[in-house]
């Protein structure tokens, strides 16, 4: 397989330069073409491809064909792109991102996440992004946690030999939720360099135990691909920007602080009933959040959005609280 790489990213010298993408997991009721056309039209810079039935099925036929066709459209439309692969029912029509690392036979998972490796590798990807899962309660602690460490080296290598930056990101919920258990895991794999984390900001507020900047802070030197959206204290509910408790202007302060250049692509799975108008109102979010932060801090005259004080809280890590009986809400 193989497609013209997307144009070379900027460096990001403010937070106006922030280069920001959209997951097309919130477009799930459009054709890939059609949500491409639609994000590029609104002004986004890259997508956050999720491989799924619909968006460039791993399994289906045509493999080859299908990942030229859609480098093409990425280019036309001046898009860059990384890799996700949070499908819901793409293995296991049953259950749910099912069967994971930690199950007792990953097979599946393990070539579906190299397949994603070699689709990244083809569309010039920015990174591909995957997480641990969550562990079967039959399956001890110390079994998932080796399960998974092998299932990395794994994927490791494969994206070693492809020349593939690897996300990992730690999701509420899952063997890995917090940056302390992904530096564990980093350090367990013997701190391979493609082998970066990705940074959903949500998280950071749900339950990281630092200001949602800090956490920015925290992982600077290893941050490969950021997810944004809002999110309340303790509750994994992705949540349209205004409706949660950050702050996003410091927020996108730190990112340029911290020298990233990569896709700051919405996460927001829920909301393909309303893709186009959820994806305008995201862009002018983050377009004025941007224009305040490089605007320079806020006097204690201004006024502050609200739940802001409640992210910069140091408060310790709440119980998290699943917004659905599925326990995740991607």
């Not at 439309?77 to 690392?101: C, F, M, N, Q, S």
């Not at 998932?144 to 730690?170: H, I, K, Q, Y």
């Not at 939720?177 to 013997?190: H, M, Y």
């Not at 509910?237 to 919405?266: K, S």
Request: net charge negative.
């Amino acid at each position: 397989m193989t497609a013209p790489h997307p144009r070379p990213a900027p460096p990001a010298a403010d937070a106006t330069t922030l280069r920001l993408g959209y997951g097309t997991n919130g477009f799930a009721n459009h054709r890939l073409d059609d949500a491409l056309a639609v994000l590029a039209d609104l002004g986004y810079d890259g997508v956050a491809l999720t491989l799924d039935h619909d968006h460039l099925d791993p399994f289906a036929p045509g493999l080859t064909r299908r990942v030229a066709a859609v480098g093409r459209r990425l280019n036309a439309l001046g898009l860059t792109v990384v890799i996700e692969t949070g499908a819901r029912y793409l293995l296991d029509p049953w259950h749910k991102h099912a069967p994971t690392l930690l199950h007792d036979d990953p097979t599946r998972r393990i070539e579906f996440l190299r397949r994603a490796v070699r689709i990244g590798a083809d569309l010039g990807a920015e990174a591909v992004s995957f997480w641990a899962g969550v562990r079967p309660e039959a399956v001890s602690p110390q079994c998932a946690w080796d399960r998974l460490v092998a299932g990395c080296a794994s994927v490791v290598d494969a994206a070693d030999t492809a020349g593939v930056t690897l996300g990992f990101e730690p999701e509420p919920g899952m063997l890995v939720q917090d940056i302390a258990d992904w530096r564990r895991l980093r350090a367990a794999l013997g701190d391979p360099a493609r082998f970066g984390i990705t940074l959903d900001i949500g998280h950071c507020r749900c339950l990281e135990p630092w200001p949602v900047p800090q956490c920015v802070a925290e992982v600077a030197g290893h941050l490969v691909n950021v997810q944004i959206d809002d999110m309340r204290r303790g509750v994994h509910e992705h949540l349209e920007f205004g409706d949660g408790e950050i702050d996003f202007p410091p927020v996108l302060t730190a990112l340029a602080d911290a020298g990233y250049h990569g896709l700051v692509a919405v996460e927001l799975p829920r909301d393909s009933h309303a893709a186009p108008a959820v994806a305008a109102r995201s862009i002018e979010f983050l377009r004025a959040a941007a224009a305040t932060a490089a605007a320079g801090p806020r006097t204690t005259e201004d006024e502050v959005p609200p739940g802001a004080l409640c992210s910069a809280s140091t408060d310790a890590p709440a119980p998290v609280r699943f917004a659905d009986s599925g326990r995740r809400v991607e």
